[in-house]
């Protein structure tokens, strides 16, 4: 398995350029027993499925984040390195390991006789909705599912909700003159002040031991010293109460425009906190692992979660690690979760 962990590593997979790793995956899945199907660069797998037989999906998003080659030191993004227990190379956390144990359980059959499997692999979650289970989910392909698993890094544990995450763009509008004569004009960035300091200033809350987060991260303006501008940028970024609907959170953002400052939704992806008391399967799974917690990042259980689909995150790695200059995973944790999901499917 860590040997197939680094043969994925080596393959460049930015979001938008997953095809050599879908087609890797698609190979190496070929004379397996089952059916396969690919959706683009979605990969499906199912084994034989019975109507009395409840359905488990396992998936792994295929695409990273872009890198710098020259800014890495330990190793290079696609050349992986075993040091120290730990496995280097950009996807190493976020998820690559996540999509070797999926690929490796399913070729060495792993999976027991108890549930009917849909594992599964696929594109452009770096890049938020749509991505590949959004075109799963258009085709109806979780339809039935009782429980899916996406081994995201998690340290290991158990994550049964993730907040909402909505991406906006704030625009101070202004009148540009030379700034010999700033009363003349209209300087965007004083527009902008005033809502910079409401996002500062905001009262996030807390939910299920978790608090929100708002945060102005890019600001662009300007175009010369000697010029007012007339136009300022400033992207936030939300981190918001998953019981929260998408309309509440477009009012919400509504209050931060004013008279010369507009408000533009660059994304908004839902959040989700599953009852775990209404899930026996979900139960069974926390039971196994020992720990369960809700996290402020978003991922693709959001997304199954407006639709209806009870989904976890369960992987090796830390978060932290996730998209970071020599980004690693413990070999001991991805052993741990493969050895932890087998003895679910098969308990």
């Not at 089952?34 to 499906?44: K, S, W």
Request: glycine fraction near 8%; aromatic fraction near 8%.
């Amino acid at each position: 398995m860590i040997e197939l962990l680094k043969e994925l590593i080596a393959i460049k997979s930015i979001s938008r350029e997953e095809k050599d790793i879908v087609d890797f995956v698609s190979n190496k899945l070929t004379n397996v027993f089952g059916t396969l199907t690919r959706i683009e660069n979605v990969i499906i797998w199912k084994n034989e499925w019975h109507a009395d037989k409840q359905i488990i999906a396992l998936g792994a998003h295929l695409d990273t984040v872009p890198f710098t080659a020259s800014d890495w030191v330990i190793s290079k993004p696609t050349i992986p390195v075993e040091k120290d227990g730990k496995i280097y190379g950009r996807g190493a956390c976020d998820m690559k390991a996540g999509a070797a144990i999926i690929l490796d359980i399913i070729l060495k059959q792993d999976i027991g006789n108890k549930f009917n499997i849909m594992a599964f692999w696929y594109d452009k979650e770096e890049l938020g909705i749509p991505n590949g289970v959004t075109t799963m989910l258009e085709k109806g392909l979780f339809k039935g599912v009782d429980l899916c698993i996406i081994p995201e890094p998690t340290s290991c544990i158990i994550n049964y909700g993730v907040f909402g995450n909505l991406d906006a763009k704030l625009t101070g509008h202004g009148v540009a003159v030379h700034s010999s004569k700033p009363k003349l004009g209209r300087n965007a960035i004083f527009e902008l002040i005033p809502v910079l300091e409401q996002i500062r200033d905001f009262p996030v809350k807390n939910i299920a031991g978790v608090e929100e987060a708002m945060s102005v991260n890019i600001i662009e303006g300007g175009k010369a010293v000697n010029v007012v501008p007339d136009k300022v940028i400033a992207q936030m970024d939300y981190r918001y109460d998953p019981w929260l609907s998408q309309l509440e959170v477009l009012e919400l953002l509504k209050t931060f425009e004013r008279k010369y400052v507009t408000t533009e939704v660059i994304g908004c992806f839902p959040g989700v906190i599953h009852d775990i008391k209404a899930n026996s399967l979900l139960q069974d799974m926390i039971e196994l692992v020992g720990e369960a917690t809700v996290v402020p990042f978003w991922s693709d259980i959001g997304q199954l979660g407006e639709h209806g689909i009870i989904a976890v995150n369960f992987g090796p790695g830390s978060i932290n690690q996730a998209h970071t200059i020599d980004e690693f995973v413990a070999i001991d944790e991805v052993h741990f979760v493969r050895e932890k999901i087998v003895q679910f499917l098969n308990k």
